[in-house]
């Protein structure tokens, strides 16, 4: 009995020492873990570079990686420096050609409001001074119902001279003036001035710009403050030249001398050939001879209607004037003769300022003009485009020829025809005598 009693306790204590060492053990290992973190936050700790150069020592390429990064290193700085330079040069144009282009559509908002005023005098004086000429003219006509030298008489002379007087003085003023003509200035003027805004916003969207750019723009803009005056007094323009001229509303401080060739051995380059340029100089000529020439005359004739018809509006306002004067005088013979003079040069007075102001001429004349001034800008374009000998500094001449295209209202087809015209008269005829521009 003492022999089992021996064992159990034996094998009781085997196994509680067993369990017990094990327990031992968890314990052990549960109060050691935490020793394992720090060496785990020492590793994390390890710098990048040298876990890099670790491996590249292991690799063998350590002095390549250090030569590498050395240089980049160095590089950095000089880099961000002249990138921040650009920067601030191409931001600091982008403000003045943002302010340029805001003058310019502060401008074209003057110009339209202005036109629209201007345009308003003309209806309202013609209005105006039609009224008054037909009311003096049919006063005269009374006075010859009006019996003796009496009070009504009287009233409806002095009245008619009155009027006549008024007449005269204010077609004078509208007459020098030519509100017509000053509106379609200012219509001009606000479309030109809106059409350098879009080209200063295109510039801003495609492409750099640079100081050449705002310069140019700002060019423009005190160009067509000049050709487009707004105040009246001191600053209008002649509107009875002695000499017609086209239009100018472009800077003219770069002149050429002529169309020579560039340079000759870098024809292809940049949309650019012998051939395209040939064809641009026979457009050149087919403007001068056709187009400008043809505007020109036609600003002539205009200029000639209107000036006979402003000189006779206040002639016969006058003679109506001195007519009336003479209705009711001592001389019985005298008296039908001034009645007639007083009735109907008043109503050729109002017809003829009807067909001056009312058909108006002097809008003619300057659009005429100003028609004109765009084929010379047109030639002076091509020009300055040929004269320029480096062709990469050229506008790309397949754009240049399009937008010439469109500018004369002509497709690609249509227009190396008309240049093919003037190479070879025989063989196209009459093709030669057409105008360049389909537009006007």
Same mark, same amino acid.
């Given at each position: 009995m003492a022999a089992p009693a021996l064992q159990a306790s034996s094998f009781s204590r085997s196994s509680c020492s067993s369990s017990s060492c094990h327990l031992g053990r968890e314990i052990g290992a549960t109060l050691q873990a935490p020793k394992l973190r720090p060496s785990r936050l020492t590793l994390s700790r390890l710098p990048a570079r040298d876990l890099v150069e670790e491996l590249n020592l292991r690799s063998g390429h350590n002095n390549t990686t250090t030569t590498t990064t050395t240089t980049i290193t160095e590089s950095k700085p000089t880099d961000i420096t002249r990138d921040f330079d650009v920067l601030k040069s191409n931001s600091k144009v982008v403000?003045?050609?943002y302010a340029v282009m805001e003058a310019a559509a502060? @401008?074209?908002?003057?110009?339209?409001n202005i036109g629209e005023q201007r345009d308003y005098w003309n209806h309202l004086l013609l209005t105006s001074i039609n009224a008054i000429t037909l009311t003096a003219a049919t006063m005269v006509g009374l006075t010859a119902t009006t019996c003796g030298t009496g009070a009504p008489l009287l009233a409806l002379k002095l009245s008619s001279i009155l009027l006549y007087s008024a007449a005269t003085g204010m077609l004078v003023v509208m007459n020098k003036i030519q509100p017509s003509q000053l509106a379609e200035e200012q219509r001009n003027a606000a479309r030109l001035f809106k059409q350098l805004q879009r080209e200063i916003q295109t510039t801003l969207a495609i492409g750099t710009p640079t100081e050449r750019d705002v310069k140019d723009a700002m060019d423009k803009v005190l160009a067509l403050d000049r050709a487009y005056p707004l105040p009246l007094l001191g600053a209008m323009l002649d509107k009875f030249p002695a000499t017609v001229e086209p239009a100018v509303w472009w800077p003219q401080q770069q002149q050429q001398k002529g169309l020579g060739g560039g340079n000759r051995e @870098?024809?292809?380059?940049?949309?650019?050939?012998?051939?395209? !340029?040939? !064809?641009m100089r026979q457009i050149v000529g087919v403007l001068k001879r056709k187009d400008t020439e043809e505007y020109v005359r036609l600003s002539k004739l205009a200029l000639k209607v209107n000036k006979?018809?402003?000189?006779s509006g206040p002639l016969l306002?006058?003679?109506?004037?001195?007519g009336s004067a003479l209705v009711g005088s001592a001389s019985q013979d005298q008296v039908p003769?001034?009645?007639f003079l007083g009735v109907t040069a008043g109503a050729l007075a109002a017809l003829v300022n009807t067909m001056e102001h009312g058909g108006q001429i002097g809008m003619v004349f300057e659009m005429y003009r100003s028609n004109a001034g765009?084929? @010379?800008l047109m030639e002076e374009s091509i020009g300055s485009t040929l004269k320029e000998r480096d062709v990469e500094k050229r506008e790309n001449g397949e754009l240049f020829e399009m937008k010439l295209a469109l500018k004369l209202g002509r497709s690609l087809t249509e227009l190396r025809y008309l240049t093919a015209s003037s190479?070879?008269?025989k063989r196209y005829g009459d093709a030669t005598e057409e105008f360049a521009s389909k537009l006007f």
């Amino acid at each position: 009995m003492a022999a089992p009693a021996l064992q159990a306790s034996s094998f009781s204590r085997s196994s509680c020492s067993s369990s017990s060492c094990h327990l031992g053990r968890e314990i052990g290992a549960t109060l050691q873990a935490p020793k394992l973190r720090p060496s785990r936050l020492t590793l994390s700790r390890l710098p990048a570079r040298d876990l890099v150069e670790e491996l590249n020592l292991r690799s063998g390429h350590n002095n390549t990686t250090t030569t590498t990064t050395t240089t980049i290193t160095e590089s950095k700085p000089t880099d961000i420096t002249r990138d921040f330079d650009v920067l601030k040069s191409n931001s600091k144009v982008v403000a003045e050609l943002y302010a340029v282009m805001e003058a310019a559509a502060d @401008r074209a908002e003057m110009h339209t409001n202005i036109g629209e005023q201007r345009d308003y005098w003309n209806h309202l004086l013609l209005t105006s001074i039609n009224a008054i000429t037909l009311t003096a003219a049919t006063m005269v006509g009374l006075t010859a119902t009006t019996c003796g030298t009496g009070a009504p008489l009287l009233a409806l002379k002095l009245s008619s001279i009155l009027l006549y007087s008024a007449a005269t003085g204010m077609l004078v003023v509208m007459n020098k003036i030519q509100p017509s003509q000053l509106a379609e200035e200012q219509r001009n003027a606000a479309r030109l001035f809106k059409q350098l805004q879009r080209e200063i916003q295109t510039t801003l969207a495609i492409g750099t710009p640079t100081e050449r750019d705002v310069k140019d723009a700002m060019d423009k803009v005190l160009a067509l403050d000049r050709a487009y005056p707004l105040p009246l007094l001191g600053a209008m323009l002649d509107k009875f030249p002695a000499t017609v001229e086209p239009a100018v509303w472009w800077p003219q401080q770069q002149q050429q001398k002529g169309l020579g060739g560039g340079n000759r051995e @870098r024809k292809g380059s940049n949309g650019w050939s012998a051939k395209l !340029e040939e !064809e641009m100089r026979q457009i050149v000529g087919v403007l001068k001879r056709k187009d400008t020439e043809e505007y020109v005359r036609l600003s002539k004739l205009a200029l000639k209607v209107n000036k006979t018809l402003a000189i006779s509006g206040p002639l016969l306002t006058g003679l109506a004037a001195v007519g009336s004067a003479l209705v009711g005088s001592a001389s019985q013979d005298q008296v039908p003769w001034a009645i007639f003079l007083g009735v109907t040069a008043g109503a050729l007075a109002a017809l003829v300022n009807t067909m001056e102001h009312g058909g108006q001429i002097g809008m003619v004349f300057e659009m005429y003009r100003s028609n004109a001034g765009f084929f @010379r800008l047109m030639e002076e374009s091509i020009g300055s485009t040929l004269k320029e000998r480096d062709v990469e500094k050229r506008e790309n001449g397949e754009l240049f020829e399009m937008k010439l295209a469109l500018k004369l209202g002509r497709s690609l087809t249509e227009l190396r025809y008309l240049t093919a015209s003037s190479f070879s008269p025989k063989r196209y005829g009459d093709a030669t005598e057409e105008f360049a521009s389909k537009l006007f």
